[in-house]
């Protein structure tokens, strides 16, 4: 019974990560969405992939959604909570998530070029808390986004080529 | 001859860089520096350690430093750029560095607790471009300054004890 809610739970809230990922779609980034969830369930951080838009690899969605929820919290710990992302993080987000004292992390669609899951980091001594990890939540919605995604890329880039070539 | 001349504009970077580390000593932060230097030997990001003044571990100097030079470039990409800091980056910001594809990474101290090069993240081969590393510039001046903020923390947590128990 206590499964079933927490994988009801989850599927909310990896709804809205899923909502912001669209937003990412909408301007033209790998569409990627983060939210922060505290102990109470309420959402503290938000976030979606603007790396293109704001000209940084410091504005992949879980940045943005941790730095929004420590805001909110006036703390840089968030012991208590839970973060969703769309796309397992890469390792530069799961050393934030491990530093940030990040509870569970759960995210949608595996990522095995840029995964953490490449590097030791999952493993390293350096943090001071375990974090839980539940995967693949979600994750056909998230495959399904990422793939119309670099799908409109190609096809993009199809045109482009097309068109220097009668010039 | 050129060795010589590399060495003089490593000491004199790693010298901003320490500049600002001490400004994060003077702000009660663990003192660490860095800079983000151009091909033109021109500083284009600067950052000092606020982890708790900013209450995020987005706070690092290193990250600082590489989001002022994404703003004044107008790109992620510092593929010509050297980042300078006086200690060893952690796994996050040595994957941020390697995501902003910069060239060189030069730092100071070792950070053997808390240092990238416990994880594999090093050798990951996620990344599109190698990093040259140079190791132990000025570290002498870095780990003083480091030495000196640690004694000085366990110092007043003596001062607190001994006040705490006269209440």
């Known amino acids: ?66 730095m929004q929820a420590n805001d909110q919290r006036g703390d840089w710990r968030l012991d208590d909570c839970t973060l969703y992302v769309t796309l397992e993080p890469c390792s530069m987000c799961y050393s934030l998530i491990r530093l940030s004292r990040i509870q569970t992390l759960i995210f949608g669609a595996s990522s095995p070029r840029f995964g953490y899951q490449l590097d030791n980091v999952a493993t390293s001594s350096v943090y001071k808390n ?3 990890v539940v995967s693949g939540v979600c994750a056909a919605q998230a495959e399904h986004l990422l793939k119309r995604f670099f799908q409109m890329q190609r096809i993009k880039k199809g045109e482009y080529k097309s068109g220097s070539q009668k010039n």
Chains 1, 2 share one sequence.
């Open 1 to 66: 019974m206590s499964d079933k809610k927490d994988s009801t739970r989850d599927t909310t809230h990896m709804q809205e990560a899923l909502a912001l990922a669209k937003e990412a779609f909408d301007c033209n980034e790998v569409p990627i969405g983060a939210v922060v969830v505290d102990a109470n369930g309420v959402i503290i951080g938000r976030g979606y992939n603007q790396v293109e838009g704001r000209n940084t690899q410091c504005a992949h969605a879980e940045i943005t959604a941790i």
């Open 130 to 132: 375990d974090v839980r």
